[in-house]
């Protein structure tokens, strides 16, 4: 992701999750037909090229699946089941920025996110 964080298959999803909402992730979340989207594709791309542990893209898919089930990403319409050509968006944006970690600290360093802030954002 360019941070230099050592994130495994392994680490707080919280974290993976921030990471990839950072502009420097090499996920191209813009605005298309919704605002600040992604395809589900390039999310797995991004899984599979950025985190340590996926022997394939589909540990990187099956990852992609969880984050939709856990709340981390929605899809528009509320569909449950992850298709790498549907279009995805983050849930509210967490309000730390993970460009403060240290270069080299691992995520485990850090208290999980997800406990300091809300990753449903309401609208479900």
């Not at 990471?19 to 605002?35: C, T, W």
Request: proline fraction near 4%; hydrophobic fraction near 35%.
């Amino acid at each position: 992701f360019g941070l230099n964080l050592n994130l495994t298959g392994n680490s707080d999803m919280a974290i993976i999750v921030q990471a990839m909402a950072e502009p420097v992730s090499g996920l191209d979340i813009r605005d298309r037909i919704l605002p600040k989207s992604f395809p589900g594709s390039d999310l797995v791309n991004c899984l599979f090229e950025n985190v340590d542990g996926f022997v394939g893209r589909d540990d990187a898919r099956a990852f992609a699946a969880r984050m939709l089930k856990m709340g981390y990403i929605r899809h528009p319409f509320h569909k449950s089941s992850f298709h790498e050509k549907s279009y995805y968006l983050f849930r509210n944006i967490y309000p730390q920025n993970i460009s403060r970690l240290k270069r080299h600290e691992k995520s485990k360093d850090y208290e999980s996110i997800s406990d300091r802030s809300s990753i449903i954002d309401g609208d479900s």
